[in-house]
């Protein structure tokens, strides 16, 4: 077939139709050839868009046959175990949309896995937008809505994760209840206004399901559409590379080529919840049996996402402190309230501070469309790793029953080993992180100084033996080449030893040295070295070219 | 579009018209190779070699092909696949399952292979422009809100002002006070405390008898000569409210039977029958059931966060995030021999809670003063 000249009647009519009404060709004139610049570690966020697409359509077909309710009824589905069995109607009817609609079972655990991929997509769209630098100038607001998304989603997981009723989500929701209790001040209020009277009630699936399908997944989307258009509005970052700077945007046109590849990603995202569903069986609820608060399972775990508050909560040494003596109110469960509360604070509000933090202490107000390599911000990039160990010890520790039976490490060992983890691994990985990057730092300046190991020895007259190194291609040296220095305050004294305006005082002093720290370029790219460059390009790596070793 | 009166003014209506008979502009009389090599003057934009184009599309028309073929199979799966039975939603959802991932995969393999192999090659360039507006139109807003400001009166009319902010006050808690009744049994807050301090076993059966110890499950009362080898434990619901909930959220029991001279002092002797101690299954941490128990160490074990009670011990924690020791509860047997509650818990079960107290100590002292 030969190409088209002209649009086709069938698209021409109803666009005239839309336009007349609408005028979008002056949107669609800008914005159809918008250009979105390639790179692997931009799809992450894409995963957890797609996921909460399939969120919303596998969620609606479950609505039509969950009920929400807490009335008990005699079970007579199809599941000859639990025959006869008294139990909610929101777990009988969670059982018949596992046994008696066609595909439901399939439904309800794509919606299962695409909530976990959800959450895993958020988090590692977050960190490669935090180890980049993305979150800089002008994207501290979108940054801002991607924290408030995660914390969002995290309570989404909670309220979906207790509907089914079943045993394992009744645990959950009464850890829910116990950390909710333990609040000061409020927590017995919280939680019988939560639960309508006394843990469990007969409210509390009612509730969270109108707030599972409703309240948090409105704000959802109306926050993930702010997002969406404000990376539309602003454009992507793109990686350092040639051709690339910080006033363009180099990468293929929406029209045709991103939007195709962008449905691909959603059908391949599809296709993988679809694939787990099928081959790998999550939350068998029919194994739990229905809730009942006088028994638990061992062994009993949360979804993923949750998995660090658990650890908190199992690693926490037993504190409790009766504020006002003993016959009066003011019990402070601290043993509660610092797992349930602190590290989730930590992480959370250290996210939505840092591009702030960041800028208060390198005084950076440009404005930044190329991302960072990690290891050119190598404080930065500390300051995540140690975060991501933190949450990780964390993690790591909610699942501290399974490491000990599976591992045949003592319970209580575990658990002191996170005690002591939970401070000490994160410094060790600030440590490892710092000094990792400097060193990817110096071969960077090894390749660009000194070209590329060639793999050819060549024997010099005097005997000596040599490696031909060559330069670089041209592509890899434009992306080294893309580094920028960490910006700095004007920390310098002047010659008389006084320090500039605004770095005089006790907090301006700090700044003055946390900037000195963090900002500034720890290894040069180009440091002029005499020697290496000969005729043939090639440099030669001596033993005494200490610039390379120390 | 389509009007061209007025041409004159469009510089691409300049180009002349096609005459009837002639080749389209842009198209070639030696074919399609020469056409193609036009559009690729276009810089960053590398067509794809026909040939290897060519073999791709044959490969993405496979790709849709099979998708084709699954999603049919989906549907006769689901004709032909009744659920019903563990069993049957087995293949039921193997069958499902596998026709929808093969349909979705051979569409999304297919439409990458078409983006990579027969699309062109994209390194294009766009300008980006800084976020911030002219200091122009800045200005003009500037103005535009002062002057709509003042003209809306709300700067020079305090009046005005001060009553809205009035207004705006307990207008902003309306919601809040909406959602007082959240708690169905109305009550004031301050009586939360009572609510919690209580558990049904200081309720009474119809006969007004103290409520027997009934095994979890089975309801059966227990008879203490029965429960009679040491070591054994079983999980105790009240009598009477074996399905309520929120009766067995508090009153649920963990019995253990003891040898008399195991038990240490930690335990009260007077609530015990016989070496049979009833602790709260309620963990003092955050109020999973304490359902695991060691018997050669007398170790109960929260499963949730593992908490440790020393039940021989007054089930005081030795190990794990609980704070506090599991409450006992006195027990005693009734004329027939079978266990029942002395009364309700001196102390609350469950998890802590701001208006608490240290009832432990409370505890303490009025015994002491008794």
């Excluded at chain 1, 009630?201 to 399901?209: C, N």
């Excluded at chain 2, 005459?19 to 502009?25: D, E, H, L, Q, R």
């Excluded at chain 2, 090599?37 to 960053?44: A, C, L, M, S």
């Amino acid at each position: 077939m030969s190409d088209l000249r002209t649009v086709p009647n069938a698209v021409a009519g109803p666009s005239t139709f839309l336009d007349d009404r609408l005028g979008g060709a002056n949107f669609l004139k800008r914005n159809l050839r918008k250009i979105f610049p390639d790179h692997w570690s931009f799809l992450l966020g894409e995963i957890a868009l797609y996921s909460f697409v399939i969120l919303l359509l596998t969620g609606t077909f479950l609505t039509f046959w969950f009920k929400p309710s807490m009335m008990e009824v005699a079970y007579d589905g199809s599941y000859a175990p639990l025959h006869g069995v008294m139990m909610s109607e929101a777990y009988a009817s969670s059982l018949e949309i596992s046994f008696d609609v066609r595909g439901g079972l399939l439904i309800r655990q794509m919606h299962h896995w695409s909530a976990l991929l959800f959450v895993a997509g958020m988090t590692v769209h977050m960190l490669r937008v935090f180890f980049t630098g993305a979150y800089r100038k002008p994207r501290e607001i979108n940054w801002i809505i991607g924290v408030l998304l995660l914390t969002l989603a995290l309570a989404e997981g909670l309220t979906g994760y207790s509907l089914p009723d079943d045993l394992l989500s009744g645990a959950g929701l009464r850890i829910t209840e116990g950390v909710a209790i333990s609040l000061p001040l409020v927590g017995t209020y919280i939680t019988f206004f939560l639960f309508g009277g006394e843990y469990p009630g007969e409210d509390v699936i009612s509730r969270f399901y109108s707030l599972h399908i409703l309240l948090i997944p409105g704000i959802l989307l109306a926050l993930i559409s702010a997002h969406m258009v404000l990376m539309w509005v602003q454009k992507h970052t793109q990686m350092p590379g040639k051709g690339r700077d910080n006033k363009n945007v180099v990468g293929a046109p929406f029209y045709p080529a991103f939007m195709a590849k962008a449905g691909a990603y959603f059908l391949f995202t599809l296709a993988t919840v679809a694939g787990l569903a099928t081959f790998t069986q999550i939350n068998p609820i029919w194994l739990f049996g229905p809730y009942t608060p006088a028994d638990v399972s061992a062994g009993s775990q949360p979804d993923f996402y949750m998995g660090f508050l658990e650890g908190a909560l199992r690693i926490m040494v037993p504190w409790e402190i009766n504020l006002f003596g003993t016959s009066h109110a003011g019990t402070l469960p601290l043993s509660v309230i610092i797992p349930a509360l602190v590290p989730m604070g930590i992480i959370m509000t250290g996210l939505a501070l840092y591009p702030f933090l960041e800028r208060w202490v390198t005084g950076d107000n440009r404005e930044h469309h190329i991302a960072d390599r990690p290891r050119n911000n190598p404080h930065r990039t500390s300051i995540g790793m140690s975060a991501i160990t933190f949450y990780g010890v964390l993690w790591l520790l909610g699942a501290n029953d399974e490491i000990s039976a599976n591992f045949h490490i003592s319970l209580n060992v575990t658990t002191y080993a996170g005690r002591v983890l939970i401070f000490l691994a994160p410094a060790l990985a600030y440590l490892i992180t710092y000094r990792m990057c400097l060193g990817l730092q110096r071969s960077d300046a090894a390749v660009i100084s000194h070209g590329v190991e060639s793999g050819v020895i060549k024997r010099l007259p005097h005997g000596e033996f040599i490696e031909v190194h060559t330069p670089p291609a041209e592509d890899i040296e434009a992306h080294v080449r893309g580094k920028e220095p960490v910006a700095m305050l004007p920390v310098a004294e002047d010659p008389t030893g006084i320090p500039p305006k605004g770095m005089r005082g006790p907090v301006g002093r700090l700044r003055a040295r946390m900037s000195k720290a963090y900002g500034g370029e720890k290894i040069q790219l180009d440091d002029g070295h005499g020697h290496g460059h000969g005729d043939d390009q090639a440099a030669l790596e001596r033993s005494d070219d200490r610039s390379l070793t120390h | 579009m389509t009007d061209n009166e007025h041409e004159i003014e469009q510089a691409d209506e300049r180009v002349p018209k096609r005459v009837i008979g002639t080749p389209a502009p842009g198209t070639s009389m030696l074919g399609t190779a020469e056409a193609a090599e036009v559009e690729k003057e276009v810089p960053g934009v590398v067509l794809p070699d026909e040939t290897k184009a060519r073999r791709a599309e044959k490969i993405v028309a496979l790709c849709f092909t099979i998708t084709f073929i699954a999603a049919i199979a989906f549907i006769i799966s689901y004709v032909v696949f009744q659920v019903g039975s563990p069993e049957a939603t087995g293949v039921s959802n193997f069958a499902l399952g596998l026709s929808l991932t093969v349909a979705i995969l051979g569409l999304a393999a297919g439409i990458v292979i078409w983006v990579r192999q027969i699309m062109p090659k994209y390194t294009l360039v766009q300008e980006r422009h800084a976020m911030a507006s002219e200091e122009e139109d800045r200005e003009v807003v500037a103005d535009t809100f002062v002057a709509g400001a003042n003209e809306s009166g709300f700067v020079k009319r305090k009046l005005l002002r001060r009553t809205l902010l009035l207004a705006a006050a307990p207008l902003g808690l309306v919601p809040l006070v909406l959602l007082r009744d959240l708690d169905n049994s109305r009550m004031p807050g301050a009586k939360f405390n009572q609510m919690l301090r209580h558990t049904v076993w200081g309720e009474k059966t119809k006969e007004g008898k103290p409520l027997r110890l009934v095994v979890e499950g089975t309801g059966q009362p227990i008879r203490a000569a029965d429960f009679n080898s040491p070591g054994g434990i079983l999980s105790v619901v009240p009598e009477g409210y074996e399905h309520d909930l929120n009766a067995l959220a508090k009153a649920t029991l963990i019995l253990i039977k003891f040898r008399p001279e195991e038990l240490k002092s930690g335990v009260r002797q007077n609530w015990t029958h016989d070496g049979i101690v009833a602790y709260s299954k309620i963990c003092t941490h955050v109020g999973c059931p304490a359902a695991l128990y060691e018997q050669t160490t007398h170790h109960i074990l929260c499963p949730c966060h593992q908490s440790t009670f020393d039940a021989a011990d007054g089930a005081k924690v030795i190990f794990g995030p609980a704070a506090r020791p599991l409450p006992q509860l006195p027990i005693t047997v009734d004329a027939e021999g079978y266990l029942i509650a002395k009364g309700d818990f001196e102390v609350p079960v469950g998890p802590s809670y701001w208006e608490r107290g240290d009832a432990e100590a409370e505890a303490r002292q009025k015994g002491g003063q008794a």
